[in-house]
T-cell receptor
Framework: KQEVTQIPAALSVPEGENLVLNCSFTDSAIYNLQWFRQDPGKGLTSLLL?????REQTSGRLNASLDKSSGRSTLYIAASQPGDSATYLC?????????????FGKGTHLIIQP | NAGVTQTPKFRILKIGQSMTLQCTQD?????MYWYRQDPGMGLKLIYY???????DKGEVPNGYNVSRSTTEDFPLRLELAAPSQTSVYFC????????????FGSGTRLTVV
């Protein structure tokens, strides 16, 4: 059974710092990995989707890497801003075919102090 | 392009009442999903559908029912609401699930008292 773990569970840093959020998964036979952002009381917003053939994806100040063989992904946030405060979720397809939905980590709750 | 639309956004139910959570997507996605999110527990899959007329149970299906009569709509039915069903419910869709990512609705916050 696929399991996803996110470390740390919570993180509070001053504005301007570069930071790394970690995600690990137990079954490396994945098609892709997706990072989401969730603001309090809101839905999930997709940040980055990395296909299994890719090693990284970038969007603005966000960079996500994927190492399938070791079962790890990292989300790098450069020059953090208070607006980055949110919960960040990592998810991988539950089954090999992709039809079975996603398995999520419990998230990293990020607070950026002004 | 509205994406995935969920209604209602909030609802309070009494124990034993029933209700239907609505989910509609306008992206012509084949795959649709219902998740529940409990504090500190992450998202758990309730039911999913790979196309009209096809539904399957996820990890936590007890107490729920679904139907998929059209590509666009995937309603979730609670027949006899229980306090354990107090949660935030998210609907999601995907074109194929493997090569494409998932799009989520904004959620329905349900409280059963």
């Amino acid at each position: 059974k696929q399991e996803v773990t996110q470390i740390p569970a919570a993180l509070s840093v001053p504005e301007g710092e570069n930071l790394v959020l970690n995600c690990s998964f137990t079954d490396s036979a994945i098609y892709n990995l997706q990072w989401f952002r969730q603001d309090p009381g809101k839905g999930l917003t997709s940040l980055l989707l990395i296909q299994s053939s890719q090693r990284e994806q970038t969007s603005g100040r966000l960079n996500a890497s994927l190492d399938k063989s070791s079962g790890r992904s990292t989300l790098y946030i450069a020059a953090s801003q208070p607006g980055d405060s949110a919960t960040y979720l990592c998810a991988v397809p539950t089954g090999g075919g992709g039809a079975d939905g996603l398995t999520f980590g419990k998230g990293t709750h990020l607070i950026i102090q002004p | 392009n509205a994406g995935v639309t969920q209604t209602p956004k909030f609802r309070i139910l009494k124990i034993g009442q029933s209700m239907t959570l609505q989910c509609t997507q306008d992206m012509n996605h084949n795959y649709m999903y219902w998740y529940r999110q409990d504090p500190g527990m992450g998202l758990k899959l309730i039911y999913y559908s790979v196309g009209a007329g096809i539904t399957d149970k996820g990890e936590v299906p007890n107490g729920y029912n679904v139907s998929r009569s059209t590509t666009e709509d995937f309603p979730l039915r609670l027949e006899l609401a229980a306090p354990s069903q107090t949660s935030v419910y998210f609907c999601a869709s995907s074109l194929t699930g493997d090569l494409y990512g998932y799009t989520f609705g904004s959620g329905t916050r349900l409280t059963v008292v």
